[in-house]
């Protein structure tokens, strides 16, 4: 699905990232885990195509998108979170998430301008796949609500609806659970088996140790920007080295 | 050649007050993200409070300046309470507004207590030195001399003082600074005040060979944005490098191209430079 | 009943009332002083709409925009008087002009993010005032362009007398309202808001920051160039100062008020503030002192504006009433709501 190969990124005379390989089988829950700082995020801005790597390849589903430009890669089928999500605030769900299906479309200004058969064609459907992700996430009933009147974990859902309205092969959620209590938390974690249940590949980066542990099908460790581990949960919390990283950096990002 | 030394000496001259005002906003820019687009305008109010301290209470010009600096810098410790600190939360378009918001009100403020006209300012410093077909006016040889002393003593300030260490911490990180309990209040209105005080004596020191009116701070501060762009947001050497670059520039380009477009030189750099290389001259990083 | 008179103003008739209220305007008007107070309102109106569009919708900080309205209106005004030209094919010209160099200057502007952007581009605005006060061999310089043609009337129409104008302004506003009203509900306003919630987000909904944004930044100096045309068409004289970056100052004043990146904000606002300057003459001069500071009040308290405060507390309330999709027979009632929302 998601196969990277040597990948490092330099900032200044500094590796964010640093040569770090791995692969990312379909329909499965990945998990990156590691300190603060360890090149996570840089790590999901590299394959998203927010930044440009250093050097190393990156593959998704056989197609090359290492220099591909963020809006291309997200035409290809990857769709993202991020730590926090601005939306429009006195805007409801429903009119943050119909943009979400823009990527699909391709109406222009002289669309706007007459009114074309085919403006109203696309805005029917984006329009529909927004009720369809917010259906998805569990939201419907708040449709018409206002951002600003969402509580966060209704922001967090709100943030995956609009990914999911981009028609995503693979998701990348940062942070999904940061901020949000434990029942909260089980109840973001169901959201993400059903996602890969429906057939997409979910890509976490996450600290809340339990969840990881209990959903993920392969973790991959970073530390200082390099790979140091890789496997099953199991065999992620049995390897010293894994120990080592977590207990010798500091202990909050265990936490 | 005569010509040529009294370019330099010109562009010196505009070059230090340049770098004084860039200064002021590029260590505002640095600690607080803020443009503060009303930095024109307090550098105007600078000038008029010593023109007022000089011509309706009689005081002498450096009294009259160090009056000038310090209700400048409480000028500038009030908007960081009244304005810029509510702001520091919100969409970044906000503070940008509000900023407009205050040099509107300054320039009315002033408008209606001293009209529009064009004021002359007198100095002590009136004189002209000859040296050798060169002239260098005395209230310019003032000028570099000043802001040498001030780019020293400023220096000297965030280097060896507490105070200013706590600022150049937190200009470095703001997240980290708040870890190790720095007080992030007092740093704003700190560097507003020192901010506001190289407004007012650079608006002082430049008012006696230049008018006293209401607009004279839009193309100061507009060639100040310039400046730290140059040099880089928030980099204090970059402020007087960029000041010098620009002052030079004007001088230069003021006599041997056109004397009518100087004033366009700065900006058609900065348009070039940025056309070019969008993270500015001297920025460094990758953000 | 405050809620009630609320639905009353968002109905769809109300609109209806508002475009009969301008039509009748010039014969409720006391003098004629009055309607040409209220076409100079429509033609900032009609600039502030394009500001909207790239700094309310878009998220974008344009601090050249007066710059480009006195581009357009340069435009016509040299061309008319200097080379002879009708006042319709400068118009046109004008138009072109303006987009021209909206899409040239977006190109390179729009490369810089926040504040990078705002300054760039308050230096732009600079440097057009700059070159119409000093090309004189282009621009006259100081003196300004006098004798430029009024627009060309049909019939018995002359456009040189202030009401035929004024009608002739008002089309021009009731057509960029309906055009930005369909940008803004449509996909591309959508796509436009997303690039203000955030260039990341936005990037990884797949959109492409570039074009939209230039796309968003010509639209808005279009709106200026057509502002800045029919102001040198009404008023037949313009000089450097109507690129003074004051009058961008004002704009924002303006949009703030009246609520930035709603439909009617810019309307509310401009008439709003011109017919408050106006009754308050003696403000004239000192008003800055007034609005200064209602600029830094509304961002801090108010950032939504008059418009965008109502909206809001109009859907809270309306949420609070139940008055959501519940049940399906409600369904289509709830969606006249939604576009009368979207109109509004």
């Known amino acids: 699905m998601l196969k990277v190969e040597h990948l490092t990124k330099m900032f200044g005379g500094l590796a964010a990232v640093n040569d770090v390989s791995v692969e990312f089988g379909a329909n499965q829950i990945n998990a990156i885990i590691g300190p603060n700082g360890a090149g996570k995020s840089t790590f999901f801005n590299l394959i998203s195509g927010v930044h440009q790597p250093t050097s190393g390849r990156i593959l998704l589903d056989g197609t090359d998108v290492t220099t591909m430009r963020c809006d291309h890669v997200a035409r290809l089928g990857v769709g993202r979170t991020f730590q926090t999500t601005n939306l429009f605030e006195t805007a409801t769900v429903l009119d943050n998430l119909i943009v979400g299906h823009r990527l699909r479309t391709h109406s222009g200004l002289w669309d706007v301008l007459i009114n074309s058969k085919r403006l109203q064609a696309e805005e029917k459907a984006a329009r529909e796949k927004a009720r369809e992700a917010l259906d998805f996430v569990g939201l419907t009933h708040a449709e018409n609500r206002y951002i600003a009147d969402c509580t966060q974990e209704e922001r967090k859902r709100v943030a995956f609806a609009l990914a999911l309205a981009t028609d995503p092969k693979i998701v990348l959620l940062d942070e999904p659970a940061a901020g949000v209590n434990p029942e909260e938390t089980e109840g973001l974690a169901e959201l993400m088996k059903k996602m890969v249940k429906n057939g997409l590949t979910v890509c976490l980066i996450e600290h809340k140790m339990d969840m990881i542990m209990g959903i993920a099908d392969k973790i991959m460790v970073l530390d200082h920007g390099e790979k140091i581990a890789e496997g099953t949960p199991e065999e992620v919390k049995n390897n010293p080295v894994v120990i080592e990283a977590y207990l010798g950096s500091d202990h909050d990002a265990a936490a | ?287 | 009943m405050m809620f009630k008179l609320g639905a009353l103003i968002m109905h769809p008739a109300s609109k209806y009332v508002l475009l009969a209220l301008a039509v009748l305007f010039p014969a409720l008007a006391s003098n004629e002083y009055q309607v040409y107070v209220m076409a100079t309102a429509f033609i900032w109106a009609i600039a502030v709409y394009g500001f909207n569009v790239i700094t309310g919708y878009c998220g974008q900080l344009n601090l050249a925009h007066g710059g480009f309205f006195a581009i357009g209106a340069y435009a016509v005004a040299l061309l008319t008087a200097d080379y002879g030209w009708n006042f319709w094919p400068a118009f046109i010209a004008a138009l072109v002009i303006t987009a021209v160099l909206g899409f040239l200057v977006g190109a390179v502007s729009l490369r810089l993010k926040e504040h990078y952007f705002a300054i760039f581009t308050l230096c732009v605005g600079f440097i057009i005032y700059l070159l119409l006060d000093k090309w004189e061999e282009l621009t006259h310089g100081a003196i300004g362009v006098r004798g430029i043609a009024a627009p060309d009337g049909f019939g018995l129409v002359n456009f040189r007398e202030t009401i035929p104008v004024y009608y002739l302004i008002l089309f021009f506003l009731v057509f960029i309202i309906w055009f930005t009203s369909r940008i803004q509900k449509s996909l591309l306003g959508r796509t436009f808001i997303a690039i203000r919630n955030g260039d990341d987000l936005a990037e990884s909904l797949g959109i492409n920051l570039m074009k939209n944004k230039i796309l968003a930044f010509v639209i808005s100096t279009t709106y200026a160039g057509l502002a800045g045309a029919l102001y040198a068409g009404m008023i037949r004289f313009v000089g450097p100062e109507d690129g003074n970056i004051l009058h961008t100052f004002n704009m924002i004043t303006y949009l703030l008020v009246g609520g930035i990146g709603t439909l009617f904000g810019p309307l509310i606002g401009t008439l709003g503030i011109v017919w408050i300057t106006q009754s308050l003459q003696f403000l004239e001069e000192y008003r800055m002192i007034i609005f200064g500071p209602l600029l830094v009040i509304l961002v801090i308290f108010f950032p939504l504006g008059v418009s965008g405060s109502f909206l809001t507390w109009m859907h809270r309330k309306a949420q609070a009433l139940g008055l959501g999709p519940k049940k399906v027979q409600q369904e289509s009632k709830v969606n006249t709501a939604r576009e009368v929302e979207n109109n509004a």
């Open chain 2, 1 to 287: 050649m005569t010509t040529f030394l009294q370019q330099v000496f010109n562009g010196l001259t505009l070059g230090s007050i340049y770098g004084l005002v860039a200064l002021g906003l590029t260590l505002v820019y640095g600690i607080l993200h803020i443009p503060n687009f009303a930095h024109g305008a307090l550098y105007m109010v600078g000038a008029f409070m010593s023109y007022f301290f000089m011509v309706d209470m009689g005081v002498h010009y450096w009294v009259a300046m160090a009056g000038s600096a310090v209700v400048v810098a409480v000028l500038g410790i009030i908007c960081e309470r009244l304005v810029f600190h509510p702001l520091r939360n919100s969409p970044p378009i906000h503070d940008k507004i509000a900023a407009i918001g205050i040099l509107l009100f300054l320039e009315a403020v002033v408008h209606m207590f001293w009209g529009s006209d064009f004021r002359r300012m007198s100095t002590p410093f009136g004189g002209v030195v000859n040296l050798d077909g060169v002239f260098l006016r005395e209230q310019g040889i003032l000028i570099i001399a000043s802001t040498v002393v001030l780019v020293v003593a400023l220096n000297l300030f965030l280097r060896k003082t507490m105070v200013g260490a706590t600022i150049i911490a937190m200009a470095q990180n703001r997240e980290g600074a708040f870890l190790v309990g720095i007080d992030a209040n007092r740093v704003a209105m700190m560097t507003f005040a020192i901010s506001g005080i190289l407004a007012a004596v650079a608006a002082t020191l430049y008012a006696p060979m230049n008018l006293v009116y209401p607009a004279m701070g839009h193309l100061v501060i507009m060639k100040a944005f310039v400046i730290i762009i140059l040099g880089g947001m928030g980099s204090i050497p970059g402020a007087i490098v960029g000041g010098m670059i620009i002052g030079f520039a004007e001088a230069f380009g003021g006599y041997y191209i056109s004397d009518a477009y100087k004033d366009i030189i700065a900006f058609a750099l900065l348009v070039v430079i940025l056309s070019i290389r969008p993270q500015g001259l001297f920025a460094k990083g990758a953000h």
